[in-house]
């Protein structure tokens, strides 16, 4: 194999490398990894990316994470060539990322008072969220390495996507999930896609201890987003959505703030592309936290013992996030929120999410359960469905529009992260006559 790609720890003071046929999620000091490329993609790759939109029954070009498969080629293969692709990249037929790129939702521009922003909605993936951006690679390096069985926690989302992949490839997965936490769509997922749910008493955070645990005895491979792989599959949410702006890059990307795999991709895309001349402007990352679980916008915004929480050049104030998580574990503070796909207290990478917030001078903001409904239920009047969780994205675009941090002539990118799959929350919403947008039944 050759030696074009390779994993490196994100920390600068330390920068072990490993192989990518290494099977790890941190370097032996405990620093999350990157996936790295020595050499640097030509743009005119760009007009290759366009024309695949035409796939002639290509999958891999059908696919909207493939179809970019030279900006993540960490199998290091001839990506012209089909019988590799074939042989090397797991793909659901090229339907992951096909059907999602941004749109114009003219309702939610009026409400958040933007008409520069468009939505783009990764519910519309084949397991019904952004996870199978990542999914795709995560497991394309299990395939790689010879793995037969996947693990993660999750809040759901993560669980369906595994689960759908691994039915594909034919592996075993096992998912670690909160007990009474997840949708019902979601778990209904990975029991019908032949996983073995693992039911924890606790949170998400709990959960992800106990699925890192069993695998760190040799109980499966970590499909969550701490694996290095899953980020460069995510990426592509980016390229799609920089591809139909004709990659002058937006003035804003703002994403549902959870373990901040999303927040970590987005930054390693766009430091990918500045770096290597594809685009000569860095969009801002507005993260939306939920105000129940809303760990990054506490230490971001300095609410916790007074200090701002930043990257800092690599040398983020550790001790910092480790008070607060002792802090919330001796006040028995729990995540909680309605939005359980981001009901999370301690997001995995967020050191990851600091380098990107850094990198592009990210904002960190969170809104209440009421807004994120609103925010759901708004996509739903412009014909388009999405989760709670993805309701933070409006809602959290309508604040900072009002507090005069988004302008109204701003050109933002919203990314709507799952589709609806517990239909008693719109149900609920609707049938409340109180609600800002219901739409309650007659008798
Ligand atoms: N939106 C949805 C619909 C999600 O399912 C998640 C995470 C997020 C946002 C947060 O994204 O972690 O990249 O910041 N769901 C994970 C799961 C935790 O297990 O399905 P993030």
Redesign the pocket.
């Known amino acids: 194999m050759l030696s074009e790609a390779f994993q490196k720890c994100i920390d600068p003071s330390c920068g072990l490398e490993y192989p990518v046929t290494d099977i790890r999620i941190e370097c032996e000091r405990g620093h999350l990894l990157d996936i790295k490329y020595k050499s640097k993609p030509q743009t005119s790759l760009k007009e290759v990316f366009y024309k695949r939109r035409n796939h002639a029954n290509n999958i891999f070009n059908e696919s909207g994470v493939w179809r970019f498969r030279e900006l993540l080629n960490f199998c290091q293969i001839d990506t012209e060539n089909i019988d590799e692709c074939s042989r090397y990249l797991v793909s659901l037929d090229g339907a992951e990322g096909r059907l999602s790129k941004p749109y114009h939702m003219s309702k939610v521009s009026d409400y958040v008072g933007v008409q520069n922003m468009r939505l783009q909605p990764e519910?519309y993936n084949p397991s019904g969220?952004?996870?199978d951006n990542g999914m795709t690679t995560a497991v394309t390096h299990a395939k790689l390495v010879n793995i037969k069985k996947i693990i993660?926690?999750?809040?759901?989302?993560?669980?369906?996507s595994a689960a759908m992949y691994a039915a594909n490839e034919n592996m075993e997965c096992d998912v670690y999930i909160p007990a009474g936490e997840v949708a019902p769509g979601?778990l209904g997922q990975a029991f019908q896609f032949g996983a073995q749910v693992i039911e924890i008493k606790g949170n998400?955070d709990d959960a992800l201890s106990a699925s890192l645990k069993q695998a760190g005895k040799g109980g499966g491979y970590t499909v969550?987003?701490v694996n290095p792989f899953r980020i460069e599959g995510?990426k592509t949410i980016v390229f799609r959505a920089l591809e139909s702006l004709d990659w002058e890059a937006p003035d804003w990307i703002v994403?549902?703030?959870?373990?901040?795999?999303?927040?970590?991709s987005c930054g390693k895309s766009l430091m990918e592309l500045y770096e290597w001349g594809w685009i000569n402007k860095i969009p801002r990352i507005a993260v939306v936290n939920s105000e129940g679980a809303n760990t990054l916008y506490t230490l971001f915004n300095g609410k916790f013992e007074g200090k701002e929480l930043r990257w800092n050049k690599g040398k983020p104030d550790t001790e910092l996030i480790k008070n607060y998580y002792k802090f919330m574990d001796t006040n028995g503070i729990k995540p909680k929120t309605k939005a359980t796909?981001?009901q999370?207290a301690k997001?995995a990478?967020i050191i990851k999410g600091l380098r990107a917030l850094e990198f592009t001078n990210g904002i960190v903001t969170q809104v209440s359960d009421s807004e994120m409904l609103d925010g759901m239920a708004l996509v739903g009047l412009n014909g388009f469905d999405c989760?709670m969780?993805?309701g933070a994205v409006p809602a959290g675009i309508k604040k900072l529009t009002s507090e005069g941090v988004i302008k109204k002539d701003d050109t933002v990118i919203g990314i709507l992260?799952?589709r609806q799959k517990d239909s008693s929350i719109p149900v609920d919403y609707h049938k409340n006559p109180q609600n800002r947008f219901a739409n309650p039944p007659k008798s």
Do not use: D, H, M, V
């Open positions: 519910g969220s952004f996870k993660c926690a999750s809040t759901g989302n993560t669980s369906a979601k998400f969550n987003s995510q994403y549902p703030g959870g373990a901040l795999g999303n927040t970590s796909a981001i999370i997001p990478n989760e969780a993805s992260t799952g």
